[in-house]
């Protein structure tokens, strides 16, 4: 077991979603690692923010940015760190595949749509231990295994000093 997490205890979300977290782990257990690979590629490569504008009006004050150029750059930034969490879960309206790339402390996140292989969103929230916490018993985290990729449902996030 990792450092960064500790052993899962049930959220507020745990068995309302489970079957969603359980058809998603049979989707992504079918796929290879060139194929999660490439989804992970195309969220580092992005440079482009969809909707950049509607979404810096709703997002930029709260990741800390001045105007939407500045909104764009953080975005940029993001996706291309080292340390980020992966997580992958089927939305719960209509079952789409999403991914999440999340920063550890803040929770910054990056938000990614397979079926349409594009960023969808890009967002800090403000209260990451409440938003991490909720989702623990539906999404699973993605994690690198030497060549290969495993996926944890028993995931936790810590609250931050």
Not at 101 to 121: K, M, Q
Request: with cysteine; net charge positive.
């Amino acid at each position: 077991m990792s450092e960064r997490r500790t052993p899962w205890a049930p959220g507020a979300g745990a068995s309302k979603y489970a079957h969603l977290r359980a058809l998603r782990l049979a989707q992504v257990q079918d796929l290879s690692s060139e194929q999660i690979e490439g989804h992970l590629l195309a969220i580092r490569h992005t440079s482009f923010l969809p909707k950049a504008r509607y979404h810096f009006e709703r997002h930029g004050p709260q990741a800390g940015a001045a105007t939407e150029e500045e909104y764009v750059q953080l975005f940029r930034k993001h996706v291309a760190r080292a340390d980020l969490r992966i997580f992958t879960y089927l939305r719960t309206g209509d079952r789409c595949p999403m991914w999440e790339v999340v920063a550890p402390v803040t929770g910054e996140t990056a938000v990614y749509n397979e079926r349409r292989g594009r960023i969808w969103s890009f967002h800090r929230p403000s209260d990451p231990y409440a938003r991490y916490t909720n989702v623990q018993g539906w999404w699973l985290e993605v994690i690198r295994i030497g060549a290969g990729w495993g996926f944890e449902e028993r995931w936790t996030w810590r609250q931050q000093p």
